[in-house]
């Protein structure tokens, strides 16, 4: 018997904290910037090149966390028969946390002991284990740590089913992901939907990313021959598998620093990937054709990459993932016309396989896993899981497990008040009671043509910049917020001047600290650093207290050349604002900008690591390297190990 329920989970874990305000007008990180692909394809190039988004907005990032971890509670909900127990955390991006194999007892995630956000994500946070489902494009999704709508929908026959889905609003898409377990089924099914419900193709991104312990016996093994390979060099070479280098990659403790293997699994019967042990046995996951993407993650043995686990998991942490997309590799984007739906399953389940043949020639050990995914999903039940997904697609819900946000809600309150279809179905319903303060502010753009008064000394509560909103917001009232939001959506579409021009604007209406800080924003990124500087200042000067406001304007002063003004103003922060990691860096950077050395010294003795280092930031090593380059230091000491978070 299938049971659907609600449960929580209790663990050590940090504080999300609050939303950064400043909107994120230019994308930092993208990981195809400067990127040289190494291959012969035309249309996977084209794919490379499509789909980039020109920022995060109207998501604000969310770099508010800590590493103070103290116990807490997330809401869970939990999918049960006899032979699995698979436990959800919906107000997490419904992320599956814990999968069960209850007849061995044997969990086949990677299941985090704490909860700890790392700057790993789309909007900065992050947090690893799990399966996490990645939709928008690539550094997983900004709904990492946001709730979704989760509801119980019943098949014919009352077996529960867990149904999860939200507007994800970068790309303007209506997204659901059914989970069903059926009685004695031997894998775990999650049926995707995915709708465009505008009047034009939109770039279409989604990967799986499946994390399972890294033994040093666990093997990875994909139906392909070759691979896709990137080392954050950014580089993406094809190689052979399994041998490359010397080695054999399917075996990720051997790696020697952290790396993605996109297997070429695009000539494969079925597209799979499993995790499997000396004993032959593991996580294999299985999907209808439509998922023909399958990857490989793993830190790797470099100290960076080691000390990476750490920082997102604790001592001793290792894991991996393994994972499957709709393109070959996660620099590529699809296309979904408009209108259309894409679905398709994927399948969770338990290979055991014999060791001899799992961990033997690389053809025996793709054809013992190929045999293991077809007995415990044969092609039949996927396309039959597929069938039943489209039947109950417009079933109202049963239960109502958790809201989500109320953008929905406001996009099918836009589209009433314009004349257009409906976006939600009677399965995926958008209702008005999910409005909150951070959509109050559109709504009455629609039904007044003015957004509403606010405290020129407050933030903005949200933004919007779909072209979608052009028309309500170019004609709306000519108030400062009038101004600002009007920049911003200019700034979005690709209008510079524009923006300039209406964010200006808004300075000359009300000079706000939110409006001044977007005119340095726009100013660095048309290189105007003196201008830049002087706009935060200003905007700085409206806000002290904000901290992302404080961390842009010492690094525009820097990039001005006005390293002893930033430490200047750092001197005169309190101590709780110098102690924090991100500001001791900077300090660091400009001290070394400044020729004070000696403060450079006393700097690096101290805990200058940000709670928030990105994924790929080298600027630790790179102080380190020019610290000692200023010293004369000759050799140049190894960089200490609390200080390496390298990837290579």
């Known amino acids: 018997m299938t049971t659907l329920r609600l449960d929580s989970l209790r663990q050590p874990a940090a504080d999300l904290g609050p939303l950064n305000p400043l909107p994120p007008l230019v994308r930092t990180g993208d990981p195809h910037d400067g990127l040289p692909p190494e291959i012969d394809d035309p249309a996977m190039l084209a794919r490379i090149e499509y789909g980039r988004l020109p920022s995060l907005m109207p998501y604000l990032s969310q770099d508010g966390y ?48 704490v909860f700890q956000p790392g700057n790993l994500g789309l909007r900065n946070a992050w947090f690893a284990g799990g399966a996490e489902w990645n939709l928008g494009t690539t550094g997983h999704t900004a709904l990492t740590c946001e709730p979704l709508h989760a509801v119980r929908v019943d098949d014919p026959d009352g077996t529960p089913v867990l149904r999860m889905y939200e507007y994800e609003r970068s790309r303007e898409l209506l997204f659901s992901i059914d989970f069903s377990l059926p009685e004695e089924s031997a894998v775990m099914l999650a049926t995707i939907r995915i709708t465009n419900p505008t009047t034009a193709p939109v770039p279409l991104y989604w990967w799986s990313n499946i994390a399972v312990p890294e033994h040093d016996d666990v093997r990875v093994i994909a139906p392909a021959t070759q691979a896709f390979h990137y080392a954050y060099d950014r580089g993406l070479h094809v190689i052979p598998v399994p041998e490359s280098g010397g080695r054999d990659l399917s075996y990720p403790a051997t790696a020697p620093g952290a790396a993605d293997w996109f297997f070429d699994c695009r000539r494969a019967t079925r597209p799979w990937i499993a995790a499997i042990d000396g004993r032959g046995q593991g996580l294999v996951h299985v999907s209808t054709d439509r998922l023909v993407g399958r990857k490989l993650f793993a830190w790797g043995n470099g100290v960076g990459g080691r000390h990476w686990q750490e920082f997102l998991c604790g001592p001793g942490e290792r894991y991996l993932e393994i994972q499957g997309g709709l393109a070959s590799t996660q620099f590529e984007h699809e296309s979904l016309a408009a209108g259309e739906t894409c679905t398709w399953v994927e399948a969770f389940g338990m290979a055991e396989v014999d ?67 409906p976006m939600a179905s009677p399965g995926t319903p958008f209702p008005d009671d999910t409005l909150g303060l951070e959509q109050h502010a559109w709504i009455e753009l629609l039904t007044t043509g003015a957004l ?40 979005y579409a690709g ?22 800080r977007n005119l340095a ?128």
Request: net charge negative.
């Open 66 to 113: 800590d590493r103070v971890r103290t116990d807490r509670t997330q809401p869970t909900a939990v999918l049960e028969n006899e032979v699995w127990r698979a436990t959800f955390l919906i107000g997490l991006g419904g992320r599956l946390w814990s999968l069960i194999h209850k007849p061995t007892g044997r969990e086949l995630l990677y299941r985090n002991s």
């Open 355 to 421: 060791p001899r043949s799992a961990h033997g020639s690389w053809a025996d050990a793709r054809r013992a896993v190929a045999l293991s995914a077809d007995e415990l999903a044969p092609s039949e039940l996927l396309e039959g899981a597929l069938a039943a997904a489209h039947r109950r697609a417009d079933v109202a819900p049963a239960a109502v497990l958790q809201r989500g946000s109320g953008w929905g809600a406001l996009e099918e309150r836009r589209r009433e008040h314009v004349g257009e279809e």
């Open 452 to 491: 509403p008064a606010s405290d020129p000394a407050e933030p903005p509560r949200s933004y919007l910049v779909s072209e979608r909103w052009h028309p309500h917001l170019e004609s709306a009232d000519d108030g400062w917020a009038a101004w600002m939001h009007r920049g911003l959506a200019r700034w």
């Open 495 to 516: 209008d510079r001047d524009g923006a300039y021009e209406a964010t200006a604007r808004s300075v000359e209406v009300q000079p706000t600290a939110w409006s001044l």
């Open 521 to 648: 924003v726009m100013d660095r990124a048309a290189g105007r650093t003196s201008r830049a500087a002087e706009h935060s200042l200003a905007a700085w000067r409206l806000a002290p207290a904000l901290r992302p406001l404080l961390i842009e304007t010492l690094v525009a002063l820097i990039e001005a050349g006005a390293s002893a003004e930033a430490l200047e103003l750092i001197d005169g922060l309190d101590a709780d604002q110098r102690s924090i990691g991100r500001i001791r860096m900077i300090e660091l950077r400009a001290a070394l900008a400044s020729g004070e050395v000696e403060r450079a010294a006393a700097l690096l003795e101290a805990d200058i690591v940000p709670d928030d280092l990105q994924e790929g930031e080298d600027a630790l090593s790179a102080l380190w390297s020019e610290f000692h380059a200023r010293r004369g230091s000759d050799p140049v000491p190894a960089l200490p190990v609390r200080l390496d978070f390298r990837m290579g």
